[in-house]
């Protein structure tokens, strides 16, 4: 019930195209969900962040889509450029301030 | 510039050996926080700080251990009794828990030769 589960494991997306990254969860606790971008080498950076009382949170090309009934939220990154190949995490948080449940993590390639 | 730095950026250990790898603030953040990465996996909690001479165990604290002498630093030492300590390792800071923003320094890699 801890787990937030993603998907998919890697994506490889033509430069324009949209890139779409989905995360699951078990726990209705969960009331925090952001999103992470590492490039390699680097440490993670916070890219957007939703809390369940709204269903979309839209920021530059990024939009995080979230459905609480069906404990669900994804990234989507229009417009995708090569600068976006990135591995993306998303998490989750309930309640504890110092805690968050990380995804496996997307590795994301954008063709030229 | 405000940040967090680690070092050093690459680490190789003997087997048997203790290291102790550095993670320094200047951001004025309460909290601090140690993950582990692994390829394939999220970032997992190793020990966290709210607060100077405080600090919690994470999820993998077993074969670690930190202090929190002073509020810009938060060293981690990686001991003998870690089973498998070959992996990437991500210091965090942040004005107040997670539900706030993160700022991540650069890794240390860690390698047991």
């Known amino acids: 019930q801890q787990q937030v589960k993603q998907s998919p494991q890697s994506l490889i997306v033509q430069k324009g195209g949209i890139s779409i990254i989905n995360c699951a969860y078990e726990n209705t606790a969960f009331d925090y969900f952001p999103w992470y971008q590492q490039f390699p080498g680097k440490g993670p950076a916070l890219l957007i962040a939703i809390r369940p009382d709204v269903s979309e949170k839209k920021e530059g090309r990024f939009t995080i889509s979230f459905n609480k009934s069906a404990k669900q939220f994804s990234l989507h990154i229009m417009d995708s450029q090569p600068g976006d190949s990135a591995t993306y995490f998303c998490?989750?948080?309930?309640?504890?301030?110092?805690?968050?449940?990380w995804g496996a993590g997307t590795k994301l390639i954008i063709k030229p | 510039d405000g940040g967090i730095t680690q070092s050093p950026k690459y680490l190789f250990r003997k087997e048997g050996q203790n290291v102790t790898l550095s993670c320094e603030q200047n951001l004025n953040h309460d909290a601090m926080y140690w993950y582990r990465q692994d390829p394939g996996q999220g970032l997992r909690l190793i020990y966290y700080?709210?607060?100077?001479?405080?600090?919690q165990k994470g999820d993998i604290a077993e074969g670690y251990s930190v202090s929190r002498e002073k509020k810009e630093s938060f060293p981690l030492t990686v001991t003998s009794a870690q089973k498998n300590p070959t992996a990437f390792y991500l210091c965090?800071?942040?004005?107040?828990?997670?539900?706030?923003?993160?700022?991540f320094g650069q890794g240390t890699r860690l390698t047991v030769v």
């Open positions: 700080s709210q607060i100077v001479n405080d600090f």
């Open positions: 965090a800071s942040s004005i107040q828990g997670m539900r706030t923003e993160a700022f």
């Open positions: 998490a989750a948080s309930k309640g504890s301030n110092y805690q968050l449940i």
